[in-house]
């Protein structure tokens, strides 16, 4: 069995019963949500082996985020309950003002989360490890998470675990182009899949997508798949070593919240790759997961297993 370690802040998610601004919801949804998360628990629920590093408060939502965790199969060793610092929160509006887009609203400055250190980083699980997976959201928490994380590349680096990174941008984290390159820059140059998107691809050069490829791919010294998410367009990945490009494109949907996708994406595009699948077949098996994970709401929740996503395909590529 593949063993996958996956490093970041898990969240509780408020989701409102129902579409519209913020301020007039009153009922919602308790989810648990954070993109590293998701993405490892898209894997566990496609048979991989996975682990998690973060911190969460020594509070009621920390209880839920572990146990969370601990319900889909994935290990806790990695998990620090910090006494000090509460588990962060986000709260979600959907289909406003822009219909069927999802904004959020987080409180997560000060989390236990963003003062994950590289103490924290307990080298003996990375025993065995086949593959390191982190995103752009967790070295932008703080100074120390950044550090944290690149104590984990070390790690990965000396045991020869190849690592998957998401350049996953989010604006309020990252303020500016210049504070994200200078962020992620060794994330990127280290990455052996690299995952972005086009709005992150504009964020970090301000140019079109050939351009911003051939920028990316200057950077991602040591990359052998280059995927790129373009949401309703579907999806690309450049096989850097055969030179080879792949495009699937998106299943059409009903979307109900759209918070997720690209996580649902990473998970089973790495899940697949792992299972020695094809780079064709890891973007169709994406590309159904992303779609799976718009129609519900919650991030974790819609995650589909291997039978899930045949039925799904079964259905939409006749
Ligand atoms: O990828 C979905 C995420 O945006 C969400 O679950 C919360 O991790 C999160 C973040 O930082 O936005």
Known sequence: MKKVIGMGEIMIQMNPVEKGALKYQTLFERHVAGSEANIIIQMQKLGIQTSFITSVGEDQFGEVVISTLRSEGTDTSGVKVDPEHPTGVYFVQRSYPIPKKTKVFYYRKGSAASFLSQEDIDESIFEDVDLFLVSGITPALSEKCRNAALKALEICERKRIKVAFDTNIRVNLLQNRQKALDTLLPFIQRAQILFTG????YFLFESDLASSIENIKKIAERAELLVIKKGEEGAMCLDLNSGKSFEHS???????????AGDAFDGAFLAAYLENYSVKECLKFACAAGAITVSLKGDIEPLPSWRDLELFIEIFDK
Do not use: A, H, N, T
Request: no cysteine; aromatic share 6%.
């Open 198 to 201: 086009i709005g992150d691809l």
């Open 250 to 260: 998106s299943y059409p949907v009903e979307v109900i919240d759209e918070l997720g």
